[in-house]
């Protein structure tokens, strides 16, 4: 006998005499279950050109067997072209905060940087994961980032989020953006911006200051 099911549940029945009988279920692999938004975050708020950023994203994988295991995943980013990536450098860590970074491979192109796991069992990546992107260089960002003011400072605002994709054992594919996180960047161009306003001023303060003592201590000569 051969049953086949369409639907979630199925009944088969067998009658028979003196003999060994075996029912057995042939189907193809469990989907894998969902899985929540990753969280993107960043290091740090306020960037000068030239500057450093690092970027971590967290998710959360459910426990899977060996029928409901996903075949492969994925986590891509692409910056922004304020950010050169040619230096980026990558950690992943485990549930355990074990580091299982030699699992995942890098590949770039163009702005867009992926780690794709290459371990040995996909179940085993499961409980919360973390991804971490170092070593990001803020360039000048041109005129088309959104421009705010806080303070009396303008920025640039420089976003980035990114995908993690899950392909499982039928082929099926999902994905899930992180928020959008956001750096601010001072305007190398705007004398009012950022590191640059308050060394202007310092600056400016230290001549004034340096001014008036000089006046004073020539006066001083003058009058003795």
Not at 26 to 45: A, L, R
Not at 109 to 136: C, H, M, P, R, W
């Given at each position: 006998m051969i049953a086949y099911q369409f639907g979630p549940s199925a009944t088969a029945e067998w009658w028979g005499c003196e003999c060994g009988t075996t029912l057995a279920?042939?189907?193809?692999?469990?989907?894998?279950?969902?899985?929540?938004?990753?969280?993107?975050?960043?290091?740090?708020?306020?960037?000068?050109?030239?500057?450093?950023?690092?970027?971590?994203?967290?998710?959360?994988?459910?426990?899977?067997?060996s029928y409901s295991k996903a075949k492969s995943f994925?986590?891509?980013?692409?910056?922004?072209?304020?950010?050169k990536i040619n230096e980026v450098t990558y950690q992943v860590f485990d549930a355990n905060n074990k580091d299982v970074t030699s699992d995942w491979e890098k590949n770039i192109?163009?702005?867009?940087?992926?780690?794709?796991?290459?371990?040995?069992?996909?179940?085993?990546?499961?409980?919360?994961?973390?991804?971490?992107?170092?070593?990001?260089i803020v360039l000048d960002p041109d005129s088309k980032h959104e421009i705010k003011k806080e303070n009396g400072l303008e920025y640039k605002i420089v976003p980035n989020k990114a995908l993690v994709t899950i392909v499982d054992s039928n082929d099926e594919i999902s994905t899930k953006e992180t928020n959008t996180v956001n750096i601010r960047v001072g305007d190398p161009n705007n004398p009012s911006t950022g590191v640059n306003f308050v060394l202007i001023v310092g600056i400016i303060m230290i001549i004034f200051i340096g001014s008036i003592s000089t006046f004073r201590f020539v006066n001083k000569k003058k009058s003795e």
């Open positions: 279920a042939i189907f193809g692999g469990h989907p894998y279950s969902k899985i929540s938004n990753p969280i993107k975050s960043v290091d740090g708020d306020i960037y000068s050109v030239g500057e450093r950023v690092s970027y971590t994203i967290n998710e959360n994988f459910p426990y899977t067997d994925e986590l891509s980013d692409t910056f922004d072209n304020a950010l192109s163009g702005q867009t940087v992926s780690l794709k796991y290459i371990g040995e069992d996909t179940a085993t990546v499961y409980g919360k994961f973390t991804f971490k992107f170092n070593n990001l």
